[in-house]
């Protein structure tokens, strides 16, 4: 049973607060404001400056995407699912593909495999930029964002130069990756690392010491060990509190076994699980992906990078399910497909783990937070409101 | 907090002296990458209008519309795709499965115009200005959506394949015949292409779905003549098949056999329907060859009575009496023949129509067709034909038909470039001798089929091109001897094919035991009544027919290889089966 | 014989056309077939052609109206033996047939030209050699095209 005392539930409690009584107010916090992360409204009761009650409207953006992929072909379905999450559209395409490939029975060659988790490791160094700037941005401080997001932008470049594409990449495909590394990509990917770990080194120097930042955001927005597993808490946020969990090792998928890293813990840089711990932690990670990258470029194996599937205008895969998942910036994020023996498949339900940080924590842990501080609070939670809807 | 907190956000400053990151576009050019997915172009003159590329389309971006100055014919459907980039998200999954991969991407993204209608265009003919861009994506190396590699058909090896007449090729097994299948990826080019018009994409995707029953259906509703065709089939549609372009085609030839193989012909009746309430009419059907025989089921399947009537003492026409065992055994042909007859065709073997007994046939049916085909081989023209060791071709393929030896030597010369000429080839070499084929041109105008010439050469048989007839002569130990000229190729000045022109002093002689003449054939059409008496006209010794094979005469009609130029058994089929239901059109009073 | 004139060269010329015109009347009578009898038909109609061609030049006193273009020769007319015309001639027969005519008769103009001195009938003769080259011509390429498409 639920510790109802210590996590009450929070449904319909706008109605516990008398708006005529002139002490509350309620404020429409979106779907349309730079203070959300996305289409996504926070229906906040304030007293004063403090909320008191925080009610999530989600469904802003939902676009249909798991039904849409019902009426396609397995093939037609993978320029749809980078269009689920913009920031990192890499981990919807290898989660469609290696879920197919696993109920297709394919395997793909080894070289596929690395390029596709070098893929991912850019996908998430190129997201948590944004975020960054997003976090920084939430307290006021916008010129980390103008650093950020053009460090995302050459990040672009490198991804546009490999797969043709910047934001819908479109390159991991069912069979492998489309088309090998072009001349000279390697050499590109160092240089543009070498000046992203500058920015960085810049970034926290002035965001880490930094008074109004420490001022406004540590203490705030703590997630306890023990919220993790009641909420379904993944990725950086758990692991600021100190619970070591990270698909990358846990259930070590692509070639991360081969690749040398630590999970990174609140308790391993030393922080607490508060908006600054956490802000320390992604940059850490993001670190980290640079560490990943780079070992990746050296030890690339060399071979072909597709195994073409059977004809894919009629491309039959058997019947079954499957499920599988993978650590992006916010935490697990899975796809759960099931085939029903034709060319299209039967259901793809998408795990965004979103929906738990932006509905269920968020909404607990809004009370008694400053109304300035709700937009830095949600980004710092990393949610994202599309891949909440699809 | 530390005075460190305080001083050190102040380093934000240093960008303030540091060179702007931004570009300037459009002052500055910022070109998309190598690879970028830009705006589409269009390769018009490789482009074939399969519309592969509108089928995969995720968003239904690709309409393919007719196009001013494009011609449909030939294995270009005259469509070329229009792409809507109100939908077009730029996946590139068109170019990827291209099939002739004349379908890019530019590396251009901006576009500006005030009409919203223009972005609705044709790539290549809607002219832009990255027509000519020479980076952007196109299929990486490597990356493959469709299957470039036939699947290998299992045959004799040609050692093997001399000792005897037996088939040569021994059919696809299950597993092969659907991975074949596999390939296609059903444009439809082919239909348009095929005489008969078969429905390619269908009976391919019945092979695909291992519906057999369904195979049978769709090969009968246009062809009664899977098992030969399926096996001698001169396979325009495989010239045509969009996969051909940048692999081998598919084969379509071989997939059709391989659903009559499938199924005995007492099994038939299951998957095939049954012919229509009988119309008390009569059709007399005069020849039982390919064209005849077509017509003859596709009228009985509307319901009419029909007599086949037919010279030799079976049927089948050159399908028998040309072509030889190991392309098409007998036993496949009866196999075809044998299902028309038992719908209720009667068929009458040895009987001569002449011109007498072509006008009672008029009077006592209520249609006539024909379709007699070329029996009249042509003369070489020239001195000494007439000598006793110069065998005609379709002569020397009757004989090994009625199962005699034709007895034709060690060494044996034939004469054309032809089917028949490959066939009296290959069938002398079988009976032990060795074969030279002399040809008036070049190797590469043989009209014969190009797996027919490359088969001869394998089974060792030398081809002398360029080699004119001049006479035959006797030769020593009561061999003869072939003199020919040899010729040097000299354009046409009024754009034909070139010509062989006798090179003066190269005279040739070529000795042998026995010279098989294969020119070409004719016909003189004896039975055919004046016109003024029959209705139905000539002209240069083919009857006059219209598209649909009807004479002067409404109620007459004719088809096959007297009446078309392609003289092949699927051209025959076409011709009957348009026959056919023209004939139903006049006798039932229907509209066209 | 002596063709002194231009208006003689033509008479003659017509004459050995009207001839041909004879000739494949004359064949249609013993021909046993229809196919044949509307291919000598076909003949005998172009032949007729040609008489009221050189009618036409004949009245008109100048050869402005005979072919001029000398077509490139097939060569076919060197090797092929033509035999009697017989009541079943094939296609390949009228043709054979045919070409030997023009032939015979392109050699005759060239023997006359080579008899006289006259510029104008030299001129007329010539014209008259390539008229008789065009229609043979005419009737190879119709054997290459359909006789001739398996060798």
């Known amino acids: 049973m639920p510790d109802r005392e210590k996590f009450p539930v929070h449904t319909g409690g706008v109605e516990n607060f008398d708006l005529e009584s002139g002490r509350y107010m309620k404020v429409w916090q979106g779907p349309q404001h730079p203070g959300v992360t996305g289409n996504m409204a926070l229906e906040l009761v304030t007293s004063g400056d403090e909320i008191v009650d925080l009610k999530t409207h989600v469904g802003y953006l939902h676009r249909g995407f798991e039904k849409l992929m019902e009426r396609r072909k397995w093939i037609q379905n993978f320029p749809l699912v980078c269009r689920i999450c913009v920031p990192e559209p890499d981990f919807n395409e290898y989660l469609y593909a290696a879920a197919t490939e696993e109920l297709a029975g394919i395997e793909i060659p080894e070289r596929a495999v690395w390029i596709r988790t070098l893929n991912l490791e850019m996908a998430r160094l190129t997201s948590f930029l944004m975020w960054l700037g997003g976090q920084a941005g939430a307290f006021g401080m916008g010129t980390i964002g103008q650093w950020t997001v053009t460090m995302r932008d050459f990040m672009l470049d490198l991804f546009e130069e490999l797969t043709g594409g910047r934001i819908y990449h479109m390159y991991i495909v069912p069979g492998g990756v489309r088309g090998d590394v072009p001349q000279g990509w390697f050499s590109h990917v160092l240089t543009t690392l070498k000046n992203v770990e500058k920015v960085l080194d810049d970034i926290e120097l002035v965001l880490f010491n930094n008074a109004v930042f420490k001022k406004r955001a540590v203490g705030l927005g703590v997630i306890t060990p023990d919220m993790v597993d009641y909420y379904g808490i993944t990725g950086p946020n758990a692991r600021a509190s100190g619970v070591a969990r990270d698909i990358r090792k846990d259930r070590s998928y692509l070639i991360y076994d081969k690749l040398d890293f630590d999970i990174i813990t609140g308790i391993s840089i030393g922080v607490d699980s508060d908006i600054f711990g956490r802000t320390r932690l992604r940059a850490a990670e993001m670190r980290q992906s640079i560490s990943l990258i780079r070992q990746m470029i050296d030890k690339m194996p060399e071979g072909p990078v597709h195994v073409s599937p059977p004809n894919v205008l009629h491309w039959k895969i058997p019947a079954g399910e499957t499920y599988l998942s993978a650590e992006c910036t916010r935490g697990e994020y899975g796809y759960y497909i099931v085939s029903d023996g034709s060319d299209k498949p039967r259901r793809v339900y998408v795990r965004g783990p979103s929906y738990t940080h932006a509905v269920a924590l968020f909404e607990h842990m809004a009370p008694g937070t400053n109304i300035a501080d709700t937009a830095g609070l949600m980004v710092s939670l990393h949610t994202y409101p599309p891949e909440i809807e699809r | 907090m530390s005075i460190k907190d305080i001083i050190a956000p102040f380093a934000v400053w240093k960008r303030a002296f540091e060179k702007p990151w931004t570009i300037k576009k459009p002052i500055d050019d910022r070109p998309g990458a190598d690879r970028y997915r830009g705006f589409h172009k269009n390769d018009g003159d490789t482009c074939i209008g399969c519309g592969t590329c509108e089928t995969i389309c995720q968003n239904a971006a690709i309409d393919m519309v007719p196009v001013d100055g494009v011609q449909g014919d030939g294995g270009d459907s005259g469509l070329r795709p229009q792409i809507d980039y109100g939908r077009c998200c730029w996946c590139a999954l068109c170019v990827d499965i291209c099939t002739t991969g004349s379908l890019t991407m530019s590396n251009r993204y901006v576009w500006t115009d005030n009409d919203p209608d223009v972005y609705r265009f044709i790539p290549g003919y809607d002219s832009k200005e990255w027509d000519n861009a020479e980076t952007g994506y196109s299929r990486p190396e490597g990356y493959s959506l469709l299957k470039e590699e036939r699947v290998e058909m299992p045959a004799l090896s040609v050692e093997e394949g001399l000792k005897s007449f037996v088939e040569m090729i021994k059919g696809y097994s299950a597993e092969q015949a659907v991975k074949e299948a596999d390939r296609c990826v059903e444009c439809g080019i082919c239909v348009a292409e095929c005489p008969a018009h078969m429905d390619i994409p269908g009976y391919i995707r019945a092979v695909r779905e291992g519906n057999i029953d369904e195979g049978m259906r769709l090969l009968y509703e246009t062809n009664p003549f899977p098992a030969s065709c399926g096996r001698i089939c001169t396979h325009r549609c495989e010239e045509v098949c969009s996969i051909g372009h940048n692999g081998d085609s598919v084969a379509i030839r071989w997939l ?224 003869v001897g072939f003199v020919w000229n040899m010729a040097e190729m000299v354009d046409d000045p009024d754009g034909g094919r070139p010509r062989p022109q006798p090179i003066k002093g190269e005279i040739h002689t070529f000795v042998c035991d026995s010279l098989i003449s294969a020119v070409g054939q004719g016909t003189n059409l004896p039975y055919l009544p004046e016109e003024s008496e029959s209705g139905v006209a000539v002209k240069r010794y083919k009857p006059v027919v219209d598209e649909r094979g009807q004479t002067g005469n409404p109620g007459i009609f004719a088809g096959g290889d007297i009446v078309n130029s392609r003289k092949d058994a699927v051209s025959a089929i076409g011709d009957g089966h348009a026959a056919a239901l023209s004939i139903d059109r006049f006798l039932m009073k229907k509209e066209a | 014989m002596a063709l002194a004139t231009f208006s003689e060269a033509l008479d003659f010329a017509i004459s050995r056309e009207k001839e041909a015109v004879a000739f494949y009347r004359d064949l249609q009578r013993i021909a046993k077939f229809a196919s044949q009898k509307e291919l000598m038909g076909e003949f005998e109609d172009m032949e007729r052609g040609h008489v009221t061609l050189l009618e036409g030049v004949k009245s008109n006193q100048e050869p402005a109206r005979l072919s001029t273009s000398i077509p490139s020769d097939l060569h076919l007319d060197d090797f092929l033996v033509s035999s009697p015309p017989t009541e079943d001639m094939t296609y390949q027969d009228i043709l054979i047939t045919a070409i030997k005519r023009e032939r015979k008769s392109a050699a005759l103009y060239t023997g006359l030209k080579a008899d006289t001195d006259d510029r104008t009938l030299i001129d007329v003769f010539s014209r008259l050699i390539v008229e008789e080259e065009n229609h043979k011509d005419y009737f190879q390429k119709l054997y290459d095209r359909d006789i001739q498409s398996a060798n």
Request: charged letters at 30%.
């Open chain 2, 256 to 479: 059709k056999r391989y659903i009559a193989d499938q199924v005995e012909l007492e099994d038939y009746g299951k998957a095939l329907p049954r012919p229509e309430e009988n119309t008390g009419k009569k059709i007399a059907v005069i020849g039982a060859g390919p064209g005849g025989l077509t017509a003859a089921y596709y009228l009985r399947m509307l319901g009419h009575d029909v007599a086949v009537l037919e010279a030799r003492k079976a049927g089948g026409g050159m399908l028998r009496y040309g072509i030889p065992e190991y392309r098409l055994p007998y036993d496949q042909l009866d196999k075809d023949i044998e299902y028309i007859r038992g719908l209720g065709v009667e068929i009458r073997y040895s009987i001569n129509v002449d011109a007498e007994s072509f006008k009672n046939l008029e009077k006592d049916y209520d249609a006539l067709f024909f379709s007699t085909g070329l029996s009249d081989p042509y003369k070489l023209g020239i001195d000494g034909e007439d000598n006793p060791r110069v065998f005609g071709g379709l002569a020397v393929l009757d004989e090994v038909t009625a199962g005699k030896d034709p007895k034709l030597g060690k060494t044996v010369g034939v004469i054309g470039g032809g089917n028949v000429a490959m066939d009296a080839a290959r069938t002398a070499r079988r009976y032990g001798a060795e074969v030279t084929v002399l040809y008036r041109r070049r190797v590469v105008d043989m009209p014969a089929d190009i797996e027919e010439i490359e088969e001869a050469a394998e089974e060792g048989i030398t081809i002398i091109p360029q080699a004119i007839p001049l006479r035959v002569e006797d030769a020593a130990d009561g061999k």
